[in-house]
């Protein structure tokens, strides 16, 4: 059963523009999030994080919406960079512990 | 920031043989450490959770006497892959974390396993 999901496996992005990454999870009891970045054959990185407490979440050029009455997330990038390509994958964690779920990641290309 | 290495990156070994995956936290005391695996195109899937000096706890699905996971010291736990077969070929990572903090979790470089 996937927990948190993430729909669209693929995203293409002009270099310059928004990126949009969306994320949808299923367990009301997910009260904080995270996105990582996966480079092919490395571990992830994470990136930047929300608690349920909050709706958004900016750092740089990276913000994290979220919105828990649709139970959706959203990471923003912008302005993309090539440098960005990669793969995404968004994660929740209950309050129990430090056990995340992850989605099955949306791999972004950046096109110069 | 903290640094979590993992070791091999990569290893290829022979069915039937057993493979050790080592996960240390170089500059911070990990009370939990997560592993993780990844097949090609899938999501991070979770195998088990370690807490030092403790039996680790598996998800449903994994066979604890297949993956056995060691975390003698909060630096350092590892997973055993015993009696390899190709099906277990695999990206296998590893996350630390520190109690009671929740939220980041740093992870491994990830280990590439390939059984031929």
């Not at chain 1, 009260?31 to 994080?49: C, Q, R, V």
């Not at chain 1, 979220?66 to 959706?72: G, V």
Request: a positive charge; charged letters at 15%; glycine letters at 6%.
């Amino acid at each position: 059963d996937q927990q948190v999901k993430q729909n669209s496996p693929s995203l293409s992005v002009q270099e310059g523009r928004i990126s949009i990454l969306n994320c949808d999870y299923t367990n009301s009891m997910f009260d904080y999030f995270l996105w990582y970045k996966k480079y092919p054959a490395e571990g992830p990185t994470f990136l930047i994080s929300i608690s349920s407490i909050k709706d958004k979440n900016e750092d740089g050029r990276f913000t994290v919406f979220l919105n828990k009455s649709a139970k959706h997330l959203s990471l923003h990038i912008v302005p993309s960079q090539p440098g960005d390509s990669a793969v995404y994958f968004c994660a929740a964690s209950a309050k129990s512990g430090n056990q995340f779920y992850f989605g099955t990641g949306t791999s972004l290309t950046v096109i110069p | 920031g903290a640094v979590v290495s993992q070791h091999p990156s990569r290893v290829i070994c022979k069915s039937g043989t057993s493979v050790k995956i080592e996960c240390r936290s170089l500059d911070f005391q990990a009370t939990t450490m997560f592993w993780y695996r990844q097949f090609p195109k899938q999501s991070l899937m979770l195998m088990a959770t370690s807490n030092e000096g403790s039996k680790a706890t598996y998800e449903q699905g994994v066979e604890k006497d297949k993956f056995l996971i060691n975390h003698a010291s909060l630096t350092l736990s590892t997973l055993t892959v015993t009696s390899a077969h190709p099906e277990d070929s695999s990206f296998y990572i590893c996350s630390a974390a520190i109690r009671p903090s929740i939220g980041r979790a740093f992870f491994g470089q990830g280990t590439r396993l390939t059984v031929v």
